[in-house]
């Protein structure tokens, strides 16, 4: 951290997909809540992309990971990670949810309309939309109306949603 002392564990795990093809899954990072860099003080943010080209660099085709936990759901989201097509059910579940919540809360018909036309992005008369027709996690954290510029982000804290990043460079075996 940025006293030199130990921010905290990450976990992540190696594996190869059924085409051979490297796989990192960023199964957790658990900051100390003594570290100087603790949550919300950008260790992450800074430490996210220097993995990412370390990955590049050893030939990983994509990062996988379970946005969740308190604010994961919204970091995941601004550190540009897509929809996993594999759960993608489970993750619009959860971020329709999300936004039914944060709408329930709105004061403004601005804030309830721009949530509306959201949830029309997302889905079709209950059914989950194609994946290349679906906003992008980034998209719906960075919501925002006149009056609540942090509407996206509302929707995202404290959302669960599955997300993989495809790393450009990333070679098979």
Not at 80 to 89: A, E, I, T
Not at 152 to 158: E, H, K, P, R, S
């Amino acid at each position: 951290d940025g006293r030199r002392e130990k921010a905290g564990p990450i976990e992540r795990i190696f594996s190869r997909d059924d085409d051979g093809r490297l796989v990192v899954d960023n199964a957790g990072m658990y900051l100390n809540e003594e570290s100087d860099d603790h949550e919300g003080r950008g260790f992450a943010t800074a430490f996210a992309p220097r993995l990412e080209r370390y990955y590049q660099r050893s030939g990983v085709d994509r990062i996988e990971v379970f946005a969740a936990a308190e604010n994961g759901g919204y970091t995941w989201a601004r550190q540009d990670f897509r929809w996993d097509k594999n759960k993608l059910d489970k993750s619009i579940d959860n971020i329709v949810g999300r936004l039914h919540y944060v709408r329930f809360q709105a004061t403004t018909r601005e804030d309830r309309e721009a949530i509306d036309a959201m949830l029309e992005r997302l889905t079709d008369g209950g059914a989950v939309r194609p994946i290349d027709e679906l906003p992008t996690p980034r998209e719906i954290a960075g919501l925002r109306t006149q009056g609540t510029p942090d509407l996206g982000a509302q929707v995202m804290l404290g959302s669960n949603w599955y997300g993989v990043k495809k790393l450009s460079g990333g070679a098979s075996r």
